[in-house]
């Protein structure tokens, strides 16, 4: 009697311990799935901000043929510098620029070396205005973007990056035994994700070319979500 129930309950158990891996394994897939899912969403968000950072380079003039009523276009404006400024910060000086604007309040925009050598008091400098700002101030040849900062899109992109980081570090270490508790991936992706807000406001807002633009936050991710899971792999 005791044999049959023993014999009865074994393939439940078998089942079971079956299910065991497959449910590890199915839970370490669905992490990773999340994760990369996150991280591919984020650096599309990235490239978003990106384009429209840079977007009134290709906009067209405002009034030409090439511009389409109801698109966005770029406006040309002459602004009169009324003051600059200059200030040492010990290893750096950053250059301001005053100018007074045809339709707006005279407001100050940070400058290169370049052209502050150039643009004194009472010059006739260039502005580039897209959606209402500045985009670009000009003159006799050298010129400045004024991109403004993209705090919201720089602050969604970091929370997606920190997040991809903690759920691929998480999912590519989930079979590992004693590993680290999801408190160290969590602390893994809030420190992901100060870096991709400092590299989002960088990038997004510099000259550089797309490749360089992207390559750079896709190997600082990698970078940081390797460093999570050996972390953890060799805990």
């Not at 510099?206 to 460093?227: E, H, N």
Request: hydrophobic fraction near 45%; include cysteine; aromatic fraction near 10%.
């Amino acid at each position: 009697m005791n044999a049959r129930l023993g014999n009865a309950e074994a393939p439940g158990r078998r089942r079971r311990a079956a299910a065991g891996p497959a449910g590890r394994v199915l839970t370490q897939g669905l992490f990773l799935l999340a994760g990369l899912a996150t991280t591919v969403l984020c650096f599309g968000w990235f490239v978003d901000a990106n384009e429209v950072a840079g977007a009134y380079r290709t906009a067209p003039v405002c009034g030409t043929a090439a511009h389409t009523p109801g698109t966005d276009c770029v406006l040309r404006e002459t602004g009169k510098v009324t003051a600059r400024d200059a200030v040492n910060n010990g290893d750096s000086t950053d250059y301001t620029l005053t100018v007074a604007r045809e339709t707006a309040p005279k407001h100050s925009y940070p400058i290169n070396a370049e052209l502050y050598s150039v643009a004194k008091v009472g010059a006739d400098v260039d502005l580039t205005v897209f959606r209402g700002r500045v985009a670009e101030v000009s003159y006799d040849g050298h010129r400045v973007q004024n991109p403004g900062t993209p705090w919201l899109a720089s602050v969604e992109v970091a929370l997606l990056a920190g997040l991809g980081t903690a759920l691929t570090a998480h999912g590519l270490t989930w079979s590992r035994l004693g590993g680290r508790p999801a408190s160290f991936f969590l602390a893994m992706g809030f420190f992901t994700a100060l870096m991709a807000l400092l590299g989002c406001l960088f990038f997004v807002t510099s000259p550089f070319p797309l490749a360089v633009t992207l390559a750079v936050p896709v190997l600082g991710w990698l970078f940081m979500t390797a460093c999570a899971t050996v972390a953890t792999w060799d805990d």
